[in-house]
């Protein structure tokens, strides 16, 4: 098996991937991988492997370890690396390298790889676009597979090691900024990857002790985050949050679309409305303040507010009447500052 085969099978490389490798690791990152070859080894072990010294292993270990390629954890009195996979390594890059994107489209454009290109892709207008598309795919993929046990276990009401996401309405927001010291900001990576809407990307807010040495992104002070946030809202992207957030710390405030956000996407896929993301709000709607004027149907990601058939007369004009269907409202309570009419509120979900 050659050096690339060896690493392909180490790091689960998707096989769409393998004619595209060099976009995203280097020979010298696939070497590393492959002499660690599935084990735990200490930077010793790699120096001895490698034939240099202990500082040369050890830089080029760190260096990997930033970048996604490898792993590490405690052990004695020093670290041990072990190979990271291709999911974690995509997961850096679209946050904090987009060389890729760049090079695959290169790449494609040049015909370096035409000969792997069946005349039915070569109808498509875009290579490199549907290789992007097909990233995010294979990624999303991932990600449902791995959430799956733990979907299921929150449907089954079982104890779970991390506390599912709920909904922050934006008038909570002074109460999570009061009770955090430290601010990250780092891209969207679901927005980075999906790529089906314009909403801003710079807009996943980590808090202090979720905060890792991989967290890497922007530190922030106070106003800062609030202004993403309230940019975001405006943007109609919601807010979500650790559901334990007032009793053990917020951990993160991720600001989502429902076109690209993972998590969103596959509770609405696995019908996880009100557990995954916890949603202890519901939308109200006062009849008689509403003016049917439509907007809150554009801001609802889960269609609660829709065009109606019937028509009724406001200021001497027919329009159509905007029906508001409670029990399709996840809670997010993004609709309510958007009516002009005041006409929406949350209210406890029973
Ligand atoms: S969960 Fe939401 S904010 Fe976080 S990365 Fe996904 S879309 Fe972006
Ligand atoms: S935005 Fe407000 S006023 Fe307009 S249709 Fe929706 S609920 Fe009615
Ligand atoms: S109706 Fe419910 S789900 Fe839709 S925007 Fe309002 S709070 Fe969110």
Known sequence: MSMV?????LFSVPDFVVPYLSCFVSESQMDLVVRLDGQRCSVSDVAKSMGCDLEQAGVLLEDCYYKSIVNREVRDEGFVYFGADFYGRLDFLCKFD??????????TDSGENKNRVNKDQKAE??????????????????????MGPYLEQ???????????????????LEE?????????????NCRKLAERCSKPTETCLSFDGSITDR???????KDEAREIVKVAHRNGLMHQINSDWREKGPAWLCNCCSCC???TRLAQERGMKGIFPVSNQVALRDD???????VCTKRCNFSAFYVGDTEMEMNGKLRKMIQFDQDKCWGCGICVDSCVAKAISMTRRV
């Open 5 to 9: 085969e060896k690493f392909v099978v």
């Open 176 to 188: 999570l900024l009061n009770s955090v010291s430290e601010i990250r900001m780092v891209p969207c």
């Open 125 to 146: 207008d875009d290579i490199g676009d549907r290789l992007l598309k097909a990233l995010d795919d294979w990624c999303y993929q991932v990600y449902a597979e791995g």
């Open 261 to 263: 956000c993972y998590p």
């Open 215 to 221: 967290t890497f992104g922007r530190p922030l002070s």
């Open 154 to 172: 929150l449907k089954n009401n079982e104890v779970v090691d991390r506390a599912p996401e709920t909904f922050l309405l934006i008038e909570d």
């Open 288 to 294: 008689v303040l509403c003016l049917h004027c439509g």
């Open 98 to 107: 987009e060389s890729y994107k760049v090079n695959l489209k290169r790449c």
